[in-house]
């Protein structure tokens, strides 16, 4: 039973690039959440999707988009990349029926210079 | 604004002793309450979920609620070098789909 995948692990960036990256959810579940977490801070909500659609949103700006696909993977995409965009970006699934139990992905650690 | 408060330690325990590690929240309305461990590097796993006041073990893991304080808490019994971690708090909030979540306790368990 394969769990949270997400693609890259690591990627560099430089201030003003665009960055997609790629999740997809435990098998069976068909919920998806992004979270970024800087160095030493707990996770911060970006936005959850269920059906192709964003059905709610953390306090990030519109740089901040996502999508998700019909076989319930999704992806994050950051414009105009700033330097405080650094940090580790988790991918958590769970089902649409329980959304608070969730299972994370090992991550895309992203660095901006 | 909902917050969840943790203690940022480090918290050193010795080895085989009893690690107790605190977290208090700010939304009266919340409902569920997750505990979640997170190796350096690595992403959060989630070890223990709690729905309603008192006690829930599992293993060498306790977790504690107590709604009218406004706290949750997570005990490990016979703690392991391997617990050692940062251990992070969630909260949810009936009718909200997001998990808001404390800074995390770095624990420390010395051999």
């Known amino acids: 039973d394969a769990g949270v995948t997400q693609s890259p692990t690591h990627l560099i960036k430089t201030r003003g690039q665009q960055v997609t990256l790629r999740c997809s959810p435990k098998s069976g579940h068909d919920t998806v959440s992004w979270y970024q977490q800087a160095l030493g801070q707990g996770p911060q909500f970006i936005f959850q999707y269920y059906e192709e659609e964003e059905r709610q949103r953390g306090n990030f700006p519109d740089r901040f988009s996502g999508h998700q696909f019909p076989n319930y993977s999704s992806e994050l995409n950051v414009n105009a990349l700033l330097l405080g965009d650094s940090a580790l970006y988790l991918c958590?699934?769970?089902?649409?029926?329980?959304?608070?139990?969730?299972?994370f992905g090992p991550g895309t650690r992203l660095t901006v210079l | 604004q909902k917050e969840v408060e943790q203690n940022s330690g480090p918290l050193s325990v010795p080895e085989g002793a009893i690690a107790s590690l605190n977290c208090t929240y700010s939304?009266?309305?919340?409902?569920?309450f997750f505990w979640y461990r997170q190796y350096s590097g690595k992403s959060p796993e989630l070890i223990m979920s709690?729905?309603s006041n008192g006690d829930k073990e599992d293993g060498r893991f306790t977790a504690q609620l107590n709604k009218a304080s406004q706290y949750v808490s997570l005990l490990i019994r016979d703690s392991q070098p391997s617990d050692s971690a940062t251990y992070l708090c969630a909260v949810s909030v009936d009718s909200n789909y997001q998990l808001i979540w404390g800074a995390g306790t770095k624990l420390i368990i010395k051999p």
């Open positions: 939304d009266r309305g919340s409902q569920s």
């Open positions: 958590a699934s769970s089902l649409a029926s329980d959304t608070d139990t969730q299972y």
């Open positions: 709690i729905y």
